[in-house]
């Protein structure tokens, strides 16, 4: 039933697509590779169809993924109260609010569309196109130019294997599946640069990064009898090393690697909250951990913030962790 419901919501989309002149595209707040490579893909594909485009990310693309075909084209401005949208794309985001301040331009937007594979996804769209068995967005991006017959570039395929390959962490959680590597071949098929886009995404690391990582490793704390690392990044650690929100990103990984080890979870104090990322092994649910401090995400990989001070925030989150492991 759901994939019935599902392939409607792909054929609407396409519809609205052909029917539609002007676009909005936004993406979640601190963008990952699959939000930001979805969001070019479509505009791309959407510009091609000689369709106008407005891509908006409240926050700054991730020095590591500037690289990708037109992301200077991502602006962090809302348009003016004038511009109005014949359809505003959402992508990952589970809520509205996940993209930032995007009230005033939904309200205006003709149709909204909501693109996502996280389970915790509300169904606020006029069209919906929620999968969370897909890897990634950039996953069912595919899909959909697939189903719409589209010929895909070679810099729409960097953008939509950029998506891939950083949510499934280069095909190695679980959410990987024999269509991910399909789709990862035929992006393959179509001659981009491949290893050169490997080398930027996983080769290169700005020396904040390797400095915050060093930083977080020094952190690492096992509880719940060895089942739990804790990681944890003050605000005076990004500032020795004039280092940046996103050059922690990822670093949470590393909480899984020591044997034993079920979930991980990172504290990262920012302006007046923290921000909490969580990630696990197996059937430990960490997207219901997130909910339950107005976050969200997926089994294994999911976060949130709370605002108030770090011991605060870390004493909440660890004795709902703490009770999870027991
Ligand atoms: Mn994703």
Redesign the pocket.
């Known amino acids: 039933m759901r994939t019935l419901d599902l392939e409607t919501e792909f054929k609407r989309l396409e519809d609205l697509i052909v029917t539609s002149e002007s676009f909005f595209l936004a993406g979640h707040l601190n963008p990952d590779g699959?939000t930001i490579g979805s969001m070019l893909a479509i505009a791309s594909v959407l510009k091609r169809l000689g369709k106008k485009v407005r891509l908006f990310s409240q926050d700054p693309v991730p020095e590591n993924l500037r690289f990708l075909p037109h992301a200077k084209s991502i602006r962090s401005r809302l348009p003016s109260f004038k511009t109005k949208f014949d359809a505003a794309i959402l992508l990952?985001c589970s809520t509205p609010a996940r993209g930032g301040d995007l009230e005033p331009v939904l309200k205006r937007a003709g149709k909204v569309v909501n693109i996502d594979?996280h389970k915790t996804s509300e169904f606020y769209g006029d069209i919906n196109i929620v999968e969370p068995h897909s890897s990634?967005?950039a996953e069912i991006v595919y899909r959909l130019f697939y189903n719409m017959n589209v010929h895909v570039t070679k810099r729409e395929a960097a953008c939509l294997y950029t998506g891939i390959v950083t949510?499934t962490g280069r095909f190695h959680f679980p959410a990987t599946s024999p269509r991910t590597l399909e789709i990862a071949s035929r992006l393959l098929e179509t001659g981009f640069k491949f290893s050169r886009v490997n080398d930027l995404l996983y080769a290169t690391k700005a020396c904040e990064g390797l400095k915050i990582l060093g930083r977080a490793l020094e952190s690492l704390e096992l509880k719940a009898g060895g089942k739990l690392a804790v990681l944890t990044l003050k605000a005076s650690d990004f500032e020795d090393f004039d280092a940046r929100s996103e050059h922690s990103e990822n670093v949470i990984n590393y909480g899984l690697m020591p044997p034993g080890v079920k979930a991980a979870v990172m504290f990262r104090e920012e302006e007046e909250r923290i921000s909490v990322t969580f990630r696990s092994r197996g059937h430990l649910d960490m997207s219901v951990v997130a909910k339950a401090f107005g976050g969200g995400g997926h089994r294994n990989a999911s976060g949130c913030r709370i605002k108030g001070g770090l011991p605060a925030a870390r004493e909440k989150v660890l004795a709902v962790l703490t009770r999870l492991l027991a």
């Open positions: 699959d990952e594979h990634s967005t949510d």
